[in-house]
C-alpha cells in the first residue's frame, strides 16, 4: 500500500513518542518552568522552541553588552540588557532576568557596572538550554558552550 499523499499525514509523532522531542524536566536550575509554561497556556513545544531561540539568540549577549560598555555606550548597553532580561522572563530564565535587571539598574543608574554576574548567569542558562532541552524532530541540536570571556 502506497504512502498517503503528505498533506494528509498527521504531524504527529509515531504511537508512544508523543511529547517526547519537547519533553521539559520539571526544573532547571535558575529557571521557572511552571511559570513559563503557564504563560505559554501550557504549550510544552513552543516553551522548548523559545528556550532554544533564546540561547542562539541572546547567548552572545554578554560579550556585545560588555563591548558597548567599554567603548561608552551605556544607553546602548542598558537597552541590550532590557531585551535580554524580557526575553528571559518570557521562558522563565529568572537567573538571567534578575543578573540582566541588577546591571541595567546600574548602568541607567551611572554606577560602576560589573558584567561578571550577568555574563556568568547567562553562560550557565545557555548551557543548560543546550544539555537539557531536545531539539525538535528534524532540528540539529545547538552546540554547547557560550563564547563570551572576559
Excluded: C, W
Aim: charged residues 20%; proline residues 8%.
Amino acid at each position: 500500500m502506497a504512502a498517503p499523499p503528505p498533506h494528509t499525514r498527521s504531524p504527529s509523532p509515531p504511537a508512544g513518542r508523543v511529547g517526547f522531542a519537547y519533553a521539559l524536566p520539571p526544573s532547571l536550575p535558575g529557571f521557572d518552568i511552571a511559570t513559563a509554561q503557564k504563560r505559554l497556556g501550557g504549550n510544552e513545544r513552543l516553551l522548548a522552541d523559545l528556550l532554544r531561540t533564546f540561547a542562539t539568540e541572546h547567548g552572545g549577549s554578554a560579550a556585545e553588552i560588555d563591548q558597548l560598555l567599554r567603548t561608552g555606550r551605556p544607553a546602548t548597553a542598558a537597552a541590550a540588557l532590557h531585551r535580554v532580561k524580557g526575553a528571559a522572563r518570557i521562558v522563565g530564565a529568572e537567573a538571567v532576568a534578575a543578573a540582566a535587571q541588577a546591571l541595567e539598574d546600574d548602568v541607567r543608574h551611572g554606577r560602576a557596572a560589573d558584567i561578571t554576574g550577568f555574563a556568568t548567569a547567562l553562560s550557565e542558562t545557555v548551557d543548560t538550554i543546550r544539555q537539557h532541552v531536545a531539539a525538535a524532530p528534524g532540528e540539529k541540536p545547538t552546540g554547547a558552550g557560550n563564547a563570551y570571556t572576559s
